[in-house]
């Protein structure tokens, strides 16, 4: 499970009610069992159900289930992902393509969508997404899911405007290079399909380890928080922003402007003058 079971069993170790989705049905149910171990309150609501978040009927069922069993929903953590067809976008099987951008941003999107009248209607709610390699830059050979993250951080950015009147926060994290499934397929793709610098990569990665899936999980439970009130809208790096130092005058300075968003770079940030004459 890598990076979801790890952010359930932070979510658990801390007191929340959560119930986790995945496809794989014997995988969840496996690590509902081992979530027991981090209880902390005999009430406490430990749930699983098996679901393809790029089924609309999947995503209205959990939705509906979630409601059933805690009465509202004040927090949703988009963490599932695939990484799809690797090699040049011409060369991808089209129906795997589309699949991709289906399951890593339509399904968020749906899943998002369905909750927000939920979390406007008691004034309250924290969505955290999970954003992804070639969000911040482009990433050859991963078309689907770069475009697909990308996405992702938009459209974050733009629900985090349309609902800043509702005490509803939204953010994206950047959670760093784990070793994982998305590993293994890198390196069983090739060099060819991958790139030389890509592979290259993976390989180091494979050999030296790669990101521990303990600091984006406990990210997202600071986003989750009332630590983290008054950020929203931005897209912040596990790895790699002090996000565990953000004081109120920081949080201020962020929602005064637009660090840790995607903007678009104009000749005058580089010191060119290219006005138009």
Not at 8 to 16: I, L
Not at 26 to 31: G, N, Y
Not at 159 to 180: H, L
Request: hydrophobic share 40%.
């Amino acid at each position: 499970m890598g990076l979801g079971e790890e952010i359930a069993k932070v979510f658990v170790s801390n007191g929340a009610n959560v119930l986790l989705c995945a496809r794989n049905e014997k995988s969840l149910t496996e690590v509902c069992k081992k979530l027991e171990n981090n209880r902390v309150k005999k009430d406490q609501i430990i749930e699983c159900c098996a679901a393809d978040i790029s089924s609309e009927a999947d995503m209205d069922r959990i939705v509906n289930k979630a409601m059933d069993l805690f009465g509202r929903i004040d927090i949703l953590v988009n963490n599932a992902a695939v990484q799809g067809p690797i090699g040049p976008m011409d060369e991808n099987p089209w129906d795997e393509w589309k699949q991709t951008v289906t399951t890593d941003l339509l399904g968020p999107a749906y899943l998002i969508r369905s909750v927000l009248p939920l979390m406007k209607k008691q004034k309250k709610g924290k969505i955290i997404n999970l954003s992804g390699g070639g969000a911040t830059g482009p990433r050859e050979n991963y078309s689907a899911y770069a475009i697909a993250k990308t996405g992702i951080v938009r459209l974050t950015e733009t629900i985090a405007k349309e609902v800043s009147g509702y005490n509803i926060e939204i953010n994206a994290i950047a959670p760093g290079a784990m070793n994982g499934r998305m590993l293994e397929e890198t390196l069983k793709a090739g060099e060819k399909a991958v790139g030389e610098k890509e592979y290259a990569k993976a390989l180091e990665r494979k050999k030296n380890g790669g990101a521990s899936p303990e600091t984006p999980a406990r990210l997202c439970l600071f986003l989750a928080s009332e630590e983290s009130n008054g950020i929203s809208g931005r897209l912040i790096s596990a790895i790699w922003d002090d996000w565990e130092h953000f004081t109120e005058d920081r949080i201020a300075k962020m929602r005064a402007g637009d660090i840790y968003t995607l903007r678009r770079i104009i000749p005058q940030d580089r010191g060119e003058n290219w006005d138009k004459q």
